[in-house]
């Protein structure tokens, strides 16, 4: 049976019975009985200003999709990428960033600055004279601007230290992750502002890239590579999807180190099998290995991020239990590379839950 079937199958069988069984364990239960609840109740101010970056595409305005698809029939004769690199679930808005400020303005409160990196785009529920907020074009950033338009986001994260004011110490997130309850600063760097790393305990393979691998493990494999060259590696894992803690003067270093490299990537208008993930890896294992940062394991330091899979049965279901434990410091609600879902459907899903979760408007909103 078709592997595409099979998952359509569980969806309409599976999820329903998740939710079900997650409604009859945990809906008697206010979120305070969850043991780690209150874990970070105090949230004490850092001693170094940290600002917070995100990466933003409005995927639905005409005249970037007319730029997207004017570049995308390159793609077929392109044997470094794959028709993956250009798919819709890349761009695909639920207004996961609205959400995402009302988490960082609830539970976040150390946060300094947000700059909010486009494709000279604005969403227009944004407050854009907030004296926090910076809205940064890819004009603004881009060594190169000739490389632009681009339509990849390991392409794009290769810049953002060239961003003007950013601090030193700063978090990244992508639009879809969300802070689940109060944050400590220290749960991303410690007293002297050394960056702290949570892995997961997904094992990068060490095959070359793969048609078959994402673009995600395209960038880990090739930084892999390059780090290789220079260091004894430990056994390379993928980073929570969680936020990305980085530091502009590392950044820096490793762009001058790893210039050629990072310039392929940064001229990579869609993923492609030569990128290297600055952000995503490079950084964390090159910081961790010169002991400039620290790998940690987030089971064993109590570091607790939630995964969510558009694409997975039990979606639903782990969706109502964290909306009714609020047990996750932070959680991803990602879209997964599929046919057959029904997106219009699970758009009203992912919208419900993050209105049910972060329900009142946030300074940051007009």
């Known amino acids: 049976m078709d592997n595409e079937l099979i998952r359509t199958l569980a969806r309409s069988v599976l999820g329903p019975v998740a939710e079900l069984l997650v409604t009859l364990r945990y809906a008697s239960r206010s979120p305070e009985t969850d043991d780690g609840f209150s874990r970070a109740a105090a949230c004490p101010p850092p001693d170094f200003p940290i600002d917070l970056v995100y990466t933003w595409v409005d995927g639905s305005d005409p005249s970037w999709q007319a730029d997207k698809l004017q570049y995308q029939q390159a793609l077929a004769d392109n044997p470094l990428a794959t028709q993956r690199s250009a798919h819709a679930a ?22 300094n600055r947000i700059h909010i990196v486009t494709a000279s785009q604005t969403p227009s529920w944004l407050d854009t004279t907030h004296p926090r907020i910076n809205l940064v074009s890819h004009r603004d950033i881009f060594t190169d601007n000739t490389v632009l338009p681009t339509f990849n986001a390991t392409a794009i994260e290769t810049q953002l ?7 030193e110490h700063f978090l990244y997130l992508n639009d879809d992750v969300f802070f689940g309850r109060m944050a400590k600063v220290h749960d991303y760097f410690d007293r002297d502002g050394r960056p702290v790393f ?6 990068i393979s060490s095959s070359p890239p793969l048609n078959t691998d994402t673009g995600y493990e395209w960038s880990i494999k090739n930084s892999k590579k390059l780090l290789e060259a220079d260091f004894q590696l430990p056994q390379i894992k993928k980073l929570l999807h969680a936020p990305l803690v980085l530091r502009k003067s590392i950044l820096n270093e490793l762009e001058e180190k790893y210039l050629a490299a990072i310039q392929v990537t940064a001229k990579s208008r869609f993923r492609q099998m030569t990128d290297v993930g600055l952000v995503n890896s490079l950084f964390a294992y090159y910081a961790s290995l010169k ?14 991020n939630a995964y969510l899979n558009i694409g997975s049965p ?3 279901a782990a969706l109502k239990k964290l909306l009714l434990t609020r047990s ?33 408007k946030c300074e940051y909103e007009n």
């Open 90 to 111: 890349c761009y695909r808005s639920r207004d996961e960033l609205l959400y995402s400020l009302r988490s960082v303005a609830a539970y976040a409160p150390f946060v």
């Open 161 to 167: 230290h060239h961003i003007r004011g950013l601090s």
């Open 198 to 203: 949570y892995q997961s305990e997904l094992e």
């Open 291 to 304: 002991g400039d940062g620290f790998l940690k394991n987030p089971h064993v330091s109590g570091y607790n």
């Open 314 to 316: 039990f979606m639903r």
């Open 328 to 360: 996750a410091d932070t959680f991803c609600i990602n879209e997964s590379i599929s046919t057959s879902l029904d997106t219009a459907r699970l758009d009203a899903v992912v919208s419900g839950f993050l209105q049910a979760y972060y329900p009142d």
